[in-house]
């Protein structure tokens, strides 16, 4: 089974040229989710209102195209980007070419799960390369009819409420349970026997 928006900031780079990619490209990108973590962590131990409530140990990435790129990178495909406290992370149609070809994928020791649709044919087909490199749990789902903007708000436009469009499109209900069990297998330590199996996907893979 295959397993497989652009914008300008400092380091950016073509997408149409992933070889001219490296750890400097949407750098950016790991500061922000570096200051939103301290940040957080300041809140979980000063702050009298969330003061306990996150637990910092237990930290999970989830990430969208360049927001994909950007966890994957934090997972340790850039080797200077890796983020120790982020222990999984889930990537939905990641931009993963540039760590084919000059990353450090075989030090993603972390679980994770790589989505991509059967109309994503920008993205998808590259993911079996990324996913064989991987050196930790892999989980890996394709998507029937689900084209690269699949994993974003314009899924639900047509729904009044997000409960609506998880429980009425069969897609984001797929995405949804799917990540979360991840999340809950691989951070809070509840075994989820989906994982195991295929219910929504055009395909599923898990090693």
């Known amino acids: 089974a295959s397993c497989s928006d652009s914008g300008e900031s400092s380091g950016s780079e073509s997408f149409g040229n992933a070889e001219d990619w490296n750890d400097e490209t949407y750098d950016d990108r790991r500061q922000d989710i570096n200051a939103v973590l301290e940040s957080l962590n300041s809140l979980n131990s000063n702050n009298q209102q969330l003061k306990g409530v996150m637990d910092a140990s237990k930290v999970g990435g989830l990430g969208h195209s360049l927001g994909g790129y950007t966890m994957l990178g934090l997972a340790g495909g850039w080797s200077s980007w890796k983020d120790g406290r982020i222990e999984a992370v889930a990537l939905m149609s990641p931009y993963s070419e540039p760590f084919s070809l ?22 998808t087909p590259t993911l079996d390369e990324v996913d064989d490199a991987l050196s930790g749990e892999k989980y890996c789902g394709i998507l029937q009819g689900v084209g690269h903007f699949g994993w974003t708000n314009s899924k639900c436009s047509s729904y009044s409420s997000v409960e609506q469009c998880i429980n009425g499109d069969s897609a984001a209900k797929t995405i949804n349970k799917y990540v979360v069990a991840m999340f809950d297998n691989n951070l809070k330590g509840e075994q989820q026997s989906l994982l195991t199996s295929n219910s929504g996907f055009k395909s599923y893979e898990h090693s």
């Open 102 to 123: 000059s990353g450090d994928l075989e030090s993603v020791n972390i679980p994770v799960m790589h989505q991509g649709g059967t109309l994503d044919g920008g993205i």
